[in-house]
């Protein structure tokens, strides 16, 4: 592939000047770049306005920011996705207004909770994979990367739970495609040459690599094995959109699109949270022993069923926890398309505007020692006292995760299931690093050895 010279166009997305990304790198760069945005969000009162030559970035860290442009003026803010078009297509997370709301009616119902005894089965099947593949590990003493293994295990579970198929792609190689896309960063050393609105003929072979590999994942996923030819999956809602001669705008590069959208939304995130979790509770081994004493109590040696996964409680706080800590999404990204007034501060049209969630998440404002982790927050009865948009992993308000819940049951049963046989232990440096892509990603990788339990 080397040399490769493909047709390039701006509506790629890759690198444009304007991008957000490259205004916000020389903040995101840094050794530890929340820490810097918390400084800055601290001596600025969780408003900082970042003025350039033709526009504006103004960063928002408190709870009724992500209010006010969440939920109650919503419609005043439109999504943002520069550089991220060949991931997501025209898939409903990136649409916005009438359109959205018709395209993501019918993906919903796949979404109810009522679904998730039906997927029950693909998820335990799915950690069944991992947990042989651990097993190896475990008798070979090799060093693994964590992210790439959780990875692999929530895109195994997207496609048999929500699409009745075997994966049929190497999600190793799929998503270091992907990663070309996400590591925005580095979008600026990508970039070779960009016209604005004319085709430019590039030498790129990592992006024209990574997006005929991810291209080609969708087609891959539809002709693979069905498992149960089950009638009502995700993949089948999607199938019927395409079919209603009433809804011409599902066409098939809609179905498409959504896959796509599935495959990465629906996957990196969750396997972020599992990575960091199992990095967290390698480092509080009292936190590991009490998920497998609940785990004993529930489900005692057998492996859980369904109507026990609600009593994995302490095991969901600390999912819980960890999102809080290392939220996947650290930033929300939207753009006003009216004039607004945040809590006395001017937004203008056109202003870029980005909710940190990371920073409410760290606030000492409302968390009581917020770097400490302590998955107790997440208990009931202290859940109840929070600050309303001050624990934001999914977002809020009508464009919030539509994967939120079923994520959370994904990585229930993952720990508790890779627990009760193994020990992970993380063997890079200490502490973890974050590198901020548009995902919150540990620098350099989290190393583990995985040892098996006697
Ligand atoms: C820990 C796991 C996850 C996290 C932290 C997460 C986070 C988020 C966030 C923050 C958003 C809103 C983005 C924005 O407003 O700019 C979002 C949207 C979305 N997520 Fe998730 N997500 C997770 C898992 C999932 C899963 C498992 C799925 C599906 C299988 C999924 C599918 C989606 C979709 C389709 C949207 C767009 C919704 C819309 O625009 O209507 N996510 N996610």
């Known amino acids: 592939m080397a040399d490769m010279t493909v047709a390039y166009s701006p509506s790629h997305g890759l690198g444009e000047e304007q991008s957000i990304w490259f205004k916000l790198t020389p903040l995101l760069n840094q050794e530890n770049p929340m820490q810097v945005l918390m400084a800055l969000s601290d001596k600025y009162a969780g408003v900082i306005p970042i003025n350039l030559k ?208 599935y495959l990465w939304a629906g996957t990196e995130t969750t396997a972020l949270t599992l990575a960091w979790s199992l990095y967290l509770l390698s480092q509080h081994p009292e936190a590991m022993e009490r998920i497998r004493a609940e785990a004993r109590a529930v489900c005692g040696d057998a492996d859980p069923q369904w109507n026990q996964v609600q009593q994995l409680a302490y095991t969901r706080q600390v999912i819980q926890e960890t999102m809080r800590l290392f939220p996947p999404i650290w930033g929300l990204i939207r753009i006003a398309a009216g004039d607004d007034d945040i809590q006395g501060h001017k937004i203008r049209a056109g202003d870029k505007v980005v909710i940190l969630s990371y920073i409410a998440h760290h606030s000492p404002k409302f968390w009581t020692d917020p770097e400490k982790f302590d998955p107790e927050r997440f208990a009931p009865e202290r859940a109840k006292k929070r600050v309303k948009y001050s624990y934001l992993p999914f977002a809020a308000g009508k464009r919030a995760c539509i994967g939120g819940a079923l994520s959370q049951i994904e990585n229930t049963l993952a720990l508790v299931q890779l627990l009760r046989r193994f020990t992970p232990e993380y063997v890079g440096p200490k502490p973890a690093k974050i590198h901020a892509t548009v995902t919150l990603c540990p620098k350099g990788g989290l190393p583990f050895r995985i040892h098996a339990l006697s």
Request: charged share 25%.
């Open 54 to 261: 033709n526009q504006r970035i103004v960063l928002l860290s408190e709870p009724e920011h992500a209010e006010r442009v969440l939920v109650s003026n919503a419609d005043n803010y439109t999504k943002y996705f520069d550089g991220l078009r060949p991931i997501f297509g025209r898939s409903m997370i990136t649409i916005d207004g009438a359109l959205w709301q018709k395209i993501r009616t019918p993906q919903q119902a796949a979404f109810h909770p009522n679904m998730f005894e039906e997927y029950f089965p693909y998820l335990m099947s799915a950690i069944d994979s991992k947990m042989a593949r651990w097993a190896k590990f475990a008798a070979t003493g090799e060093t693994i990367e964590m992210v790439e293994e959780t990875w692999t295990l929530a895109a195994e579970m997207v496609c048999k739970a929500l699409f009745d198929r075997e994966m049929p792609f190497n999600p190793h190689f799929v998503f270091k495609q992907v990663k070309t896309y996400t590591d925005v960063m580095n979008h600026k050393s990508i970039r070779l040459k960009n016209v604005r609105g004319e085709l430019v003929e590039i030498t790129g072979e990592d992006t024209a690599k990574a997006m005929e590999v991810w291209h080609s994942v969708p087609d891959m996923v539809m002709g693979a094995n069905v498992l149960e030819h089950r009638e009502k999956t995700l993949l089948t809602m999607l199938q019927e959109a395409e079919a209603d001669p009433d809804f011409p705008e599902f066409d098939h590069r809609q179905v498409i699109d959504e896959m796509k959208q």
